[in-house]
């Protein structure tokens, strides 16, 4: 059936590109039934046959301890299809982002696909709220950096995508101040086409930093990691940086998340330490060491 249904929605937003289409997934999974329309139209009928669409794919994705098959919509595999500017993929933490996105696709002049990566706990979580302001006189964000950090004092540039954001926050509200004026918690919103422009600016504005943090909830061998790290890599070496780029998140696994909830808050909660000080949660272990849960 999400064969059947993307397929018309597809065709849909390519008879009239005045539509907002949008297809939505009850949970970001529910997409792997419609790949043959993914591969073969969505991510390719640009360039072969020069078919514009505008198509929206709303996919809950993100790990909230919901087992395996309710976790992940498989962003690794959007991120390997992307290449020429064929479409877009954004992984949003405010209702304005989502606005402004959503709004861009009608407003623009020309029409692109647009994959929404879109966590269900971010709708009813509190500090997931934006200003009025933000909606009528702002615009869509690639890139969000840290307002609230002093950047003479940041030592390591945190970088994520979606809500593990919120959970990096609250983690670093509880190290003692000293510690916590170290990193910077920048969000990178659209990570297709990657936003090498505006992480440029962010980068070096931290004179102090020595190194970076990739920070994903998806296992290592799945998410964003492969694709951002040589982007990430090419644009420090650009700047004339030598700052690493570490990897804090889960190991690689064969299974995109545990179907235990208790497992899966040990996990989340010794991600987001090694991200904030690079050492295991639980063991103290430093990044990079090998682990077992």
Same mark, same amino acid.
């Given at each position: ?11 849909n937003? /390519? *008879? ?17 039934? =419609?790949?043959?329309?993914i ?5 390719? %009928? ?8 505008? !198509?929206?794919?709303?996919? @809950?994705? +993100?790990?909230?301890g919901? +087992? @395996?098959?309710? /976790?992940?919509a498989?962003?690794?595999?959007f ?15 405010? @209702? ?21 990566? *879109?966590?269900? *706990? ?24 840290? =307002?609230?950090?002093d950047?003479?004092?940041v ?9 593990? &954001? ?26 297709? @086409?990657?936003p090498?422009?505006? !992480? ?5 504005? &931290? ?14 061998n799945?998410? /964003?990691?492969?694709f951002?790290?040589?982007? !990430?890599?090419e ?11 570490? &990897? ?5 696994? %064969?299974?995109?998340?545990? +179907? ?22 639980? *063991?103290?272990?430093? %990044? ?6």
């Amino acid at each position: 059936s999400e064969f059947a249904v993307m397929g018309f929605e597809y065709g849909n937003s /390519s *008879s009239d590109p005045t539509f907002l289409t949008i297809w939505e997934a009850q949970f970001g999974d529910f997409v792997n039934g =419609a790949q043959i329309i993914i591969d073969q139209f969505i991510s390719s %009928a640009e360039q072969k046959w020069q078919r514009m669409s505008g !198509l929206v794919l709303l996919l @809950p994705h +993100g790990y909230e301890g919901q +087992g @395996p098959e309710h /976790s992940s919509a498989r962003l690794e595999r959007f991120l390997q299809l992307c290449a020429q500017d064929n479409m877009q993929v954004v992984n949003m933490t405010t @209702p304005a982002q989502i606005f402004h996105a959503l709004r861009r696709q009608v407003k623009r002049d020309f029409r692109k696909p647009l994959i929404v990566m *879109s966590p269900k *706990s971010l709708l009813r979580h509190p500090k997931v709220v934006s200003k009025i302001t933000d909606f009528t006189e702002g615009t869509f964000q690639e890139v969000i950096g840290d =307002a609230t950090a002093d950047a003479k004092k940041v030592e390591r540039i945190v970088l994520c995508s979606g809500k593990v &954001y919120y959970d990096l926050e609250a983690a670093r509200g509880e190290l003692d101040k000293a510690q916590a004026e170290k990193i910077a918690l920048v969000r990178i919103e659209q990570l297709y @086409p990657f936003p090498k422009h505006k !992480l440029a600016p962010i980068f070096k504005a &931290y004179k102090s930093a020595k190194e970076i943090v990739w920070c994903q909830e998806e296992p290592k061998n799945m998410g /964003s990691w492969f694709f951002t790290k040589p982007r !990430l890599d090419e644009l420090v070496e650009e700047m004339g940086l030598e700052w690493p780029v570490r &990897y804090a998140g889960r190991d690689e696994r %064969a299974s995109p998340a545990t +179907g235990s909830e208790k497992v899966h808050i040990y996990e989340q909660k010794d991600l987001v330490a090694e991200a904030l000080t690079l050492k295991s949660a639980k *063991s103290g272990v430093t %990044a990079g060491a090998k682990k077992k849960v």
